[in-house]
T-cell receptor, first 108, second 117 residues
Framework: GQNIDQPTEMTATEGAIVQINCTYQTSGFNGLFWYQQHAGEAPTFLSYNVLDGLEEKGRFSSFLSRSKGYSYLLLKELQMKDSASYLC?????????FGAGTTVTVRA | DGGITQSPKYLFRKEGQNVTLSCEQNLNHDAMYWYRQDPGQGLRLIYYSQIVNDFQKGDIAEGYSVSREKKESFPLTVTSAQKNPTAFYLCATHVGLSEAGSYNEQFFGPGTRLTVL
C-alpha cells in the first residue's frame, strides 16, 4: 500500500521562504514528483527526484532522502502567484500515488 | 496544439443516471489515467490504461467503467452504482512503458467538475 503525508496548510509572507515536507511509505519507488495546482485547475509539474539530494530549478528546489522516505519542496522569494496547492506524488508500478496536498497561502 | 482535452468543464446530472466523461489526447502517449479529486483528499486513481484495449483498476474503481478502443481516447463512465459521484475528475497521460528507465511526468487535462443533483 501507499501512505504519503504532507501538511494540510502553510502560510507565509511575500518574499519569504517556505518548506513543504512530504513523508512516504510505499511498496514500490521509482521517483518522487511535486506538482502545483491552482484552485479549479489541473496540476502542473514542478520537479522530479529519483536520487538522494537536492534538485534546484529557479525559485523552486526539491530534496529527496530515500532511506528516510522523505522529501521537501522549497519555495524561495515567494510571490502572490505561488498561492496554490502543492502535491507530493510517488511513482511506482507505472502509476502515481498522491498525498492530500498542502495549501500555501502567500500574504502581502 | 498538442494537449489533453476534457469536456465539458462542468457537468450536472440527476441521481441514478449514468454519465460519460470524455478525455482526448494528441500527445501520442501510450498511458492514460483517470483521477478523482475531493476537497482535502488529493488525487485518487480510478482506472488506468498502459496500452490500447487494456486497462486496470486503480484504488477506487467501484462504480466506474472505462474503455480504451483508441490510443487518443479514454472515456470514463460514472454509473449509478457510484455512491458519491460529485467530484472533480482529472484525466492524465504519460509517454508510457517505452520510456521506462527515464523519468517522464504525467500531464493533466483541465478537468471536469461533475455535480449530481
Amino acid at each position: 500500500g501507499q501512505n504519503i503525508d504532507q501538511p494540510t496548510e502553510m502560510t507565509a509572507t511575500e518574499g519569504a521562504i517556505v518548506q513543504i515536507n512530504c513523508t512516504y511509505q510505499t511498496s514500490g519507488f521509482n521517483g518522487l514528483f511535486w506538482y502545483q495546482q491552482h484552485a479549479g485547475e489541473a496540476p502542473t509539474f514542478l520537479s522530479y527526484n529519483v536520487l538522494d539530494g537536492l534538485e534546484e530549478k529557479g525559485r523552486f528546489s526539491s530534496f529527496l532522502s530515500r532511506s528516510k522516505g522523505y522529501s521537501y519542496l522549497l519555495l524561495k522569494e515567494l510571490q502572490m502567484k505561488d498561492s496554490a496547492s502543492y502535491l507530493c506524488a510517488v511513482s511506482g508500478d507505472y502509476k502515481l500515488s498522491f498525498g492530500a496536498g498542502t495549501t500555501v497561502t502567500v500574504r502581502a | 496544439d498538442g494537449g489533453i482535452t476534457q469536456s465539458p468543464k462542468y457537468l450536472f446530472r440527476k441521481e441514478g443516471q449514468n454519465v460519460t466523461l470524455s478525455c482526448e489526447q494528441n500527445l501520442n502517449h501510450d498511458a492514460m489515467y483517470w483521477y478523482r479529486q475531493d476537497p482535502g483528499q488529493g488525487l485518487r486513481l480510478i482506472y488506468y490504461s498502459q496500452i490500447v484495449n487494456d486497462f486496470q483498476k486503480g484504488d477506487i474503481a467501484e462504480g466506474y467503467s472505462v474503455s480504451r478502443e483508441k490510443k487518443e481516447s479514454f472515456p470514463l463512465t460514472v454509473t449509478s452504482a457510484q455512491k458519491n459521484p460529485t467530484a472533480f475528475y482529472l484525466c492524465a497521460t504519460h509517454v508510457g512503458l517505452s520510456e521506462a528507465g527515464s523519468y517522464n511526468e504525467q500531464f493533466f487535462g483541465p478537468g471536469t467538475r461533475l455535480t449530481v443533483l
